[in-house]
């Protein structure tokens, strides 16, 4: 009987170490938790690092095989050789920008690639498809055929009819014209030139710039086909201006800009214009006379000149911006009753 309390005692001390051991068990649990949490963080900044050092390895390849690399004596040569030929370019373009502006304008001399002695005048009948019989009748009047035409041309003085081409290139149009010129070859063909109504502002450019390319003359000579002209007096007109640089020759005038769309002479940039909505002076459009330094400033500038609605006011306008003497005869104003005049509305 005196044996039962030392086994009650036993086995308290079981459960007394057992629970003890339970208590001490949580904190390693926990302690090994966050273990892992920052072996997990370490590895994954190990990883992130690892992945930077190769990204930064390749920038540092390709830098290196971008590097400069050391010149030879032949390399620097040809380092000097391009920076000489680039400063010689600058200053042959300030030269040309110096000869543009001062040569093409003022006693311009350029020789004729034709080496042809200078023609006095390169006269250019504006005419169209459907103007055969106009021109027929002109060739029957004022203007020579055959072999009184190539007379004038010994004298100096070209006449030619100008005309563009159809826009469907090659058409019964075009091969109309190209069959009376082989047979009368008074004609001036604008290749680049679609022929119509709403583009007469442009035919200006491209006859001037075929004008001057072809025939080296003292003057350049825009003729409308409603015009008789009195080629004689014409003829003694431009020997009596002779030598004179810059000359804008014509029938002078200004007058109102058409502002209402839909009517006869409408401006469809009539707002360019001013308030007073009025044009700059410039000579009518029957009959224009161009020096041969004007003509050759148009030849030059003709992708950058701005066309108007109407050939007259375009001419005009290019007038304004370059030193032009404007020289208005009454004897080129076709419309007026005066006796003497040089042309007169067909």
């Known amino acids: 009987m005196e044996s039962l309390p030392t086994t009650v005692s036993a086995k308290s001390d079981r459960r007394g170490r057992s629970s003890k051991s339970q208590n001490t068990s949580k904190p390693s649990l926990i302690l090994a938790f966050f273990s892992c949490l920052a072996w997990l963080?370490?590895?994954?900044?190990?990883?992130?690092?690892?992945?930077?050092?190769?990204?930064?390895?390749?920038?540092?390849?390709?830098?290196?095989?971008?590097?400069?690399?050391?010149?030879?004596?032949?390399d620097k040569l040809m380092v000097l050789g391009c920076k000489d030929l680039e400063r010689r370019i600058v200053e042959t373009e300030m030269e040309l920008a110096q000869a543009k502006s001062q040569g093409y304008l003022r006693n311009q001399s350029v020789s004729s690639s034709s080496g042809k002695k200078k023609m006095l005048a390169v006269i250019g009948v504006y005419t169209g498809f459907g103007s055969h019989l106009k021109r027929n009748r002109f060739r029957g009047s004022w203007m020579p055929r055959d072999d009184a035409l190539k007379k004038l041309e010994e004298r100096g003085v070209v006449i030619r009819f100008v005309i563009g081409r159809s826009a469907n290139r090659g058409d019964s149009l075009d091969r109309k014209i190209d069959q009376e010129n082989l047979a009368t070859k008074d004609f001036l063909i604008l290749e680049n030139h679609e022929e119509a109504q709403e583009e007469l502002p442009k035919k200006v450019k491209f006859f001037y710039s075929a004008a001057v390319q072809n025939w080296d003359a003292e003057f350049y000579v825009k003729v409308d086909d409603d015009v008789d002209l009195d080629l004689e007096g014409l003829i003694g007109l431009l020997e009596s201006r002779r030598g004179q640089d810059g000359a804008y020759i014509g029938c002078m005038k200004s007058g109102d800009v058409v502002t209402q769309e839909g009517s006869q002479w409408y401006e469809p940039?009539?707002?360019?214009?001013?308030?007073?909505?009025?044009?700059?002076?410039?000579?009518?459009?029957?009959?224009?006379?161009?020096s041969k330094n004007l003509a050759q400033y148009i030849n030059i500038n003709s992708g950058l000149l701005k066309t108007y609605a109407f050939d007259d006011t375009t001419i005009g306008s290019w007038m304004i911006g370059v030193q032009a003497t404007y020289i208005d005869d009454n004897r080129l104003c076709c419309s007026s009753t005066r006796q003497e005049k040089v042309c007169s509305m067909a």
């Not at 370490?42 to 190769?54: I, K, S, T």
């Not at 940039?269 to 161009?290: C, M, N, P, Q």
């Open 269 to 290: 940039e009539w707002w360019k214009f001013g308030d007073d909505k009025s044009y700059f002076r410039h000579a009518t459009g029957s009959l224009v006379i161009l």
């Open 41 to 74: 963080y370490v590895a994954g900044r190990l990883w992130q690092d690892a992945q930077h050092r190769v990204a930064l390895n390749t920038v540092l390849k390709k830098n290196y095989e971008l590097r400069p690399k050391a010149l030879t004596v032949d």
